[in-house]
């Protein structure tokens, strides 16, 4: 009997798809989901305060995609390695369930695998009882990210940071403004002192300073404004290196700083509380000095030119020159009185005045301007004679 066309294909279709859905290797494992423990752990320290920043993981331990993320432990020890968290010192929460997470301690929504790592950070306050005396002494970090279930692959890479007690902030910081700068002073307190000779006296090597930053109010830019060395009682710092017309945050920081046989670190402690300061200048340059006027003009179209010693203000602009004009209107009726000759300012310190007549005696002053156009008062007055 003869086989029906219709069905022959039907049979041959249904092969074709059994064919193309059949596994073509072994059946893969189920997943344990166990994120592949961070690699780029980093650790700084400011004060008793210990931050913590590291990248979420993408990757599970069998090179599979995450898919969900639990708890992280972040662990500290006084000992040199970690091998288990054993009492973590912090237990960030696991993201809210789904494919979805957010960063420690404030999580964002997660992304796929394929984009980039969530960068995550923690911030851990230690124990004062964790605090040495020791310049070696240190304090050790790792983290280890668990799955959904708890479990996990292990910890991450150790970082350590120096486990030194760090001395105090300054409690009286005052600014004054004036000519010259921005003038900080504080007073390095009984108990500050007491704190430094312990550590010096446990640390020959230890070196303690204070730091001084400045913040832009409008920006928020942090600059060091400087430092000074440690010393006993009143303690100043002429800030000299703003800009004027900004208004500015000043703080004050220890920052103690460990020799060791091959490197240095530096440990800042807490912040003073920040003084504001409104840099407006209406602070005139020097007054100028050694003013000295020579005649010249024999044959010639007389002239008498004028010396003065360079005022050294960072922000000088020029300076004015004036002479004594007699018959001049002044408030007591007439008299004599100092007129400006020059119409644009004098860049450089001297000056030739051309505008004057044999027979007469005239007497010159000068002052100097900044940038923002104070000026300052008039220097010793000379005078020299035109024949």
Not at 287 to 295: C, E, M, R
Request: charged share 25%; glycine share 8%; aromatic share 6%.
């Amino acid at each position: 009997m003869r086989a029906h066309p219709g069905k022959f294909f039907a049979f041959a279709a249904l092969c074709v798809l059994l064919t193309s859905c059949a596994q073509t290797g072994p059946p893969l494992p189920p997943s344990l989901e166990l994120p592949k423990p961070p690699t780029d752990l980093r650790a700084s320290r400011k004060g008793d305060r210990v931050t913590l920043n590291w990248s979420e993981p993408t990757l599970t331990t069998d090179r599979r995609s995450v898919r969900y993320i639990g708890p992280t432990l972040v662990c500290r020890s006084v000992e040199n390695e970690i091998t288990q968290c054993g009492n973590p010192a912090a237990l960030l929460p696991a993201p809210p369930a789904g494919p979805r997470k957010v960063s420690s301690p404030h999580r964002k929504d997660r992304k796929t695998a394929s984009d980039k790592p969530t960068p995550e950070t923690d911030t851990d306050t230690v124990p004062a009882s964790m605090l040495r005396l020791d310049a070696a002494a240190e304090l050790t970090y790792a983290v280890e990210v668990l799955n959904r279930n708890a479990r996990g692959a292990g910890l991450s890479n150790r970082v350590h940071v120096p486990a030194l007690v760090t001395l105090a902030a300054p409690g009286d910081l005052s600014a004054s403004l004036n000519g010259d700068g921005v003038e900080l002073t504080w007073t390095s307190a009984v108990e500050v002192q007491k704190a430094f000779d312990d550590l010096s006296a446990r640390s020959p090597g230890l070196q303690v300073r204070y730091r001084i930053y400045r913040r832009e109010e409008s920006t928020g830019k942090d600059a060091i404004a400087g430092e000074v060395s440690f010393e006993r009682g009143g303690v100043h710092f002429m800030d000299s290196s703003f800009e004027w017309e900004k208004t500015y945050l000043y703080r004050v920081t220890t920052v103690t700083t460990i020799k060791r046989a091959d490197s240095e670190v530096q440990v800042e402690g807490d912040d003073s509380a920040p003084v504001r300061v409104v840099a407006h200048d209406v602070f005139p340059p020097s007054v100028p000095t050694g003013l000295q006027a020579a005649y010249s003009g024999e044959g010639q179209k007389p002239f008498i030119d004028l010396i003065w010693a360079p005022v050294t203000n960072a922000d000088l602009a020029g300076y004015n020159v004036y002479r004594l004009e007699a018959g001049a209107e002044t408030g007591s009726g007439a008299g004599e009185k100092m007129v400006k000759v020059n119409s644009e300012l004098v860049k450089s310190p001297a000056y030739r005045d051309s505008a004057v007549e044999s027979g007469k005696t005239y007497t010159y002053s000068v002052t100097a301007v900044d940038v923002r156009g104070n000026e300052s008062g008039r220097s010793e007055e000379t005078g020299e004679a035109v024949p």
